[in-house]
T-cell receptor, first 113, second 115 residues
Framework: DTGVSQDPRHKITKRGQNVTFRCDPISEHNRLYWYRQTLGQGPEFLTY????????KSRLLSDRFSAERPKGSFSTLEIQRTEQGDSAMYLCASSLEGASQAFFGQGTRLTVV | AQSVTQLDSHVSVSEGTPVLLRCNYSSSYSPSLFWYVQHPNKGLQLLLKYTSAATLVKGINGFEAEFKKSETSFHLTKPSAHMSDAAEYFC?????????????FGTGTQLKVEL
């Protein structure tokens, strides 16, 4: 296992289009997190899953955003009707429940033009 | 609610001199605190973590941090900077006492190391 992987690494899309990102966590990790990082800022929490259940969502996660983890393994984050303000790095992390460390992927950089 | 404040957005040091990156936290719980490093085009890497054991925490690459409850601080230090230390550093607090829960990041400190 090589850690948390995210796909794609980069995505350029036109405003108004839908995009979907994928995250594959470390295989035995039951918790999975999505964060968003804009330029010059630290990552901000978006949502997290324990197994297939989405347990918490930030108010940053507008109605245009939806995340799934259907089988408790990989997760997808979809943004509908993208806006220029959605341009950011989207980071995924995973951990074991109760563990003191989360492991991050390299992120997907989204540019909305 | 928890938060962290990184007091310096940019720090510049000469190679071989000490590094100090400052962080203050606020937490309703007994906090878990972390420092992560982010090199360009690479993922976030954990440097060290405090989870209510020893207050002086040693991490990778010669970094360490001291948890001071009275000062609500968790400053990151290294005795001698190396060129490879140039990166963005984030102080992070976790609610409910573990890094396996939601993390709250500071705004980051960009460390520059000069010859």
């Amino acid at each position: 296992d090589t850690g948390v992987s995210q796909d794609p690494r980069h995505k350029i899309t036109k405003r108004g289009q839908n995009v979907t990102f994928r995250c594959d966590p470390i295989s035995e990790h039951n918790r999975l997190y999505w964060y968003r990082q804009t330029l010059g800022q630290g990552p901000e929490f978006l949502t997290y899953f324990q197994n297939e259940a989405q347990l918490e969502k930030s108010r940053l996660l507008s109605d245009r955003f939806s995340a799934e983890r259907p089988k408790g393994s990989f997760s997808t984050l979809e943004i509908q009707r993208t806006e220029q303000g959605d341009s950011a790095m989207y980071l995924c992390a995973s951990s074991l429940e109760g563990a003191s460390q989360a492991f991050f992927g390299q992120g997907t950089r989204l540019t909305v033009v | 609610a928890q938060s962290v404040t990184q007091l310096d957005s940019h720090v510049s040091v000469s190679e071989g001199t000490p590094v100090l990156l400052r962080c203050n936290y606020s937490s309703s719980y007994s906090p878990s605190l972390f420092w992560y490093v982010q090199h360009p085009n690479k993922g976030l890497q954990l440097l060290l973590k405090y989870t209510s054991a020893a207050t002086l925490v040693k991490g990778i690459n010669g970094f360490e941090a001291e948890f001071k409850k009275s000062e609500t601080s968790f400053h990151l230090t290294k005795p001698s900077a190396h060129m490879s230390d140039a990166a963005e550093y984030f102080c992070v607090v976790s609610d409910r006492g573990g890094g396996g829960n939601k993390l709250t990041f500071g705004t980051g400190t960009q460390l520059k190391v000069e010859l």
